[in-house]
């Protein structure tokens, strides 16, 4: 079944996108993107102020002019998956999962015989007997994967559920998450873009309450348009105008009004607004202007400096580069330092914004 | 030496407590001020007469119309209470803190106040009082009206100990529940009213004690007719003009059933709601 939702929070959001049948579609964004408040409205949590949320043929909401029509949560066979398990304290594990069967109406014993077979489904039929108090982080998140399941709900909402784990539980839950998500329709809010890559089939972007970018995970990691996507896939972005030979980098940024000279792909056209993209192991950093070379030379103020996988990481404003300890010594580089970044135009990916 | 700043009384230490040393004196002399006067009722207590004493009819009538009146008034207030906390607790509302400070007003309000109140409210001339006097039913001065006097001033307790539970357990587990597909009288059941039990049962005990030692609003409202209205604080006031002995023999049995309902309802202060 295909959701549809277009929906407007005062001041949190205003969006509209589309799960289609069978499809996992992860919402990224910063903090405060209104990640959760999407979520909630389309819980049916938050009442949103307008916008219209369909499931397959069903409305869940319409608001036009002064009609409002609104379906409670209980009634839209949506589940949701918080950051907490939220497990009830008072129900043994079986009956957390046998929850939704049993609020359906199925009798007792039926209903615990479909929580087992999804406590089976999360490799945690051997907890059926415990009190959720008696659970690790990882193995209540497992359970309330089953609970959520149970409800054999028509989209099933996921908020950040690997953020409240220790780094040896997320790897296990995510393995869960990909084999039961397969061929479910789902809406995965994360800020990890690992998450991203082994769960979704599709990438959404939201920043300040509004989509800035939405595609296939592989566009969206190969290609990034936002900075925050460029982020996620561990890239230096630059936006601006495409010229015949390049782009001319636009905004204040540590790179603004400058010439990047790249590889094109065909795509942009001279004139249109453009991106470049390169990674930061690209760049080379230098204190004085190197000579007689066809390579881009940034002026950049160094910000930041800080340790990156073995090597140090050096950030100028929105601009990073990636170099050895060995180096960053012998050039003393610190906070306000003037530098050069220096980076290959065969390295630098141009496409259209 | 690991010296940790929460040391658990496991490795043998006490975690600091941040109390000054001070502090002690005035804590022992508010604990005196309590626990003396209930010295002194046990030593003039005149043990030799004290069974006949609270086995008299008298006695007993008022002790049996005692715990009958406070149970019903408990139910009372439990059927009222529970949707009043929900309510207060859980949707704000135009008019909502208005509506909690009237409904708190009972707990500083002088007994004997809210006992006129309810005369002219469920007396003869009273504003409703008059319409249930032509449909054959008369409140005041009966078995029912000490139940509403216990009531009205009990109410307050059951509110304020599950409106704070309630605001403590939050709403998380009730969105989840509803996203579960439970309707919300499902998630009442099922969830909400199970997580505040220890609340729910705290406030219902401490509404019985109330309820128990009602005296202003039941003499004004309901009088003191034995049997009928003549609850137990009632009788003891009573007896303290005629019969002193039977009076602390009384008192000593109320106090013993106070201290029995409390030390029921106190019996796991740790409990918490919550994972």
């Known amino acids: ?16 996108f589309t799960v289609a049948p069978g499809e996992t579609v992860a919402v990224l964004g910063p903090n405060g993107a209104g990640k959760s408040t999407l979520l909630a409205a389309a819980a049916g949590l938050v009442k949103p102020h307008g916008g219209s949320i369909r499931l397959g043929d069903k409305v869940l909401f319409a608001h036009d002019g002064g009609r409002q029509h609104w379906v409670p949560p209980h009634l839209r066979g949506v589940a949701l998956l918080a950051q907490e398990a939220l497990l009830f304290p008072h129900l043994s594990v079986l009956d957390n999962v046998a929850f939704a069967p049993r609020s359906a109406g199925e009798p007792r014993a039926r209903s615990r015989e479909t929580a087992r077979r999804w406590l089976a489904e999360v490799d945690a039929l051997d907890l059926a007997g415990r009190r959720p108090g008696q659970l690790s982080g990882g193995q209540a998140q497992r359970v309330a994967v089953a609970r959520a399941l149970a409800a054999d709900p028509e989209l099933l909402l996921l908020d950040e559920p690997m953020a409240a784990l220790d780094i040896h539980a997320a790897p296990q ?24 890559l082994m769960l979704a089939d599709r990438i959404v972007v939201l920043e300040k309450g509004r989509i800035v970018e939405e595609g296939p995970v592989r566009e969206v990691l190969g290609r990034p348009r936002s900075a925050f996507a460029a982020g996620l896939a561990g890239l230096n972005l630059l936006t601006g105008t495409v010229t015949p030979d390049g782009l001319l980098v636009s905004g204040p940024g540590a790179a603004g009004g400058q010439a990047v000279s790249g590889t094109p792909d065909g795509e ?42 073995g090597r140090i ?21 610190e906070p306000g330092t003037q530098v050069f970044f220096v980076v290959k135009s065969a390295e630098v990916q141009l496409y259209g914004a | 030496m690991n010296p940790s700043l929460n040391a658990s009384p496991a490795d043998g230490g ?18 005196l001020f309590v626990l003396l006067p209930l010295a002194a009722v046990l030593a003039k207590v005149n043990w030799a007469q004290f069974i006949p004493l609270v086995t008299s009819a008298a006695s007993l009538d008022a002790l049996g119309l005692s715990l009958r009146t406070s149970a019903a008034s408990t139910l009372l207030c439990l ?15 135009r008019g909502q803190r208005l509506l909690r400070a009237f409904v708190l007003l009972p707990l500083v309000l002088p007994p004997v106040v809210g006992g006129i109140a309810l005369l002219y409210t469920f007396g003869r001339q009273g504003l409703l009082g008059k319409s249930l006097e032509l449909a054959g039913i008369q409140i005041a001065f009966s078995n029912t009206a000490v139940v509403l006097a216990q009531a009205f001033v009990a109410l307050p307790f059951l509110v304020v100990s599950l409106e704070g539970a309630l605001r403590t357990a939050g709403n998380k587990y009730e969105a989840v ?30 509404s019985f004690a109330r309820s128990l030692g009602e005296f202003g609003a039941t003499l004004t409202f309901a009088g003191s007719l034995q049997g009928v209205t003549r609850t137990l604080p009632l009788e003891i006031y009573l007896q303290r003009e005629s ?19 409390v030390g029921l309802s106190y019996r796991k202060p740790g409990r918490q709601v919550g994972a």
């Open chain 2, 14 to 31: 006490h975690g600091y407590s941040g109390i000054p040393r001070w502090l002690y004196l005035p804590a022992a002399v508010g604990a």
């Open chain 2, 177 to 206: 529940a509803a996203t579960l597909g439970a309707a919300p009288t499902t998630v009442l059941r099922r969830v909400t009213l199970p997580l505040v039990m220890p609340g729910l049962a705290s406030g219902a005990v401490l």
């Open chain 1, 173 to 196: 839950l995510r393995r869960v998450l990909k084999r039961v998500l397969a061929r479910r329709s789902a809406l995965i809010v994360t800020h990890d873009v690992l998450d991203a």
């Open chain 2, 79 to 93: 059927v009222f209470g529970v949707p009043l906390a929900m309510v207060l607790a859980r949707r704000p509302f």
């Open chain 1, 1 to 16: 079944m295909t959701f549809r939702m277009t929906a407007r929070v005062h001041g949190r959001l205003d969006a509209e």
């Open chain 2, 243 to 261: 019969d002193a002995d039977a009076a602390v023999a009384l008192s000593l049995l109320l106090v013993a059933v106070a201290v029995a309902v």
């Open chain 1, 268 to 309: 942009a056209l001279a004139g249109e607004p453009g991106v470049a993209a390169f990674p930061p192991s690209a760049v080379s950093v230098f204190l004085e202007l190197p000579h007689g070379s066809p390579r881009n030379c940034l002026p950049v103020a160094i910000t930041e400096l800080e340790p990156h996988a």
């Open chain 1, 313 to 333: 990481r050096v950030h100028a404003g929105e601009l990073a580069a990636d170099i050895t300890p060995a180096a960053s010594a012998e050039l003393g580089l």
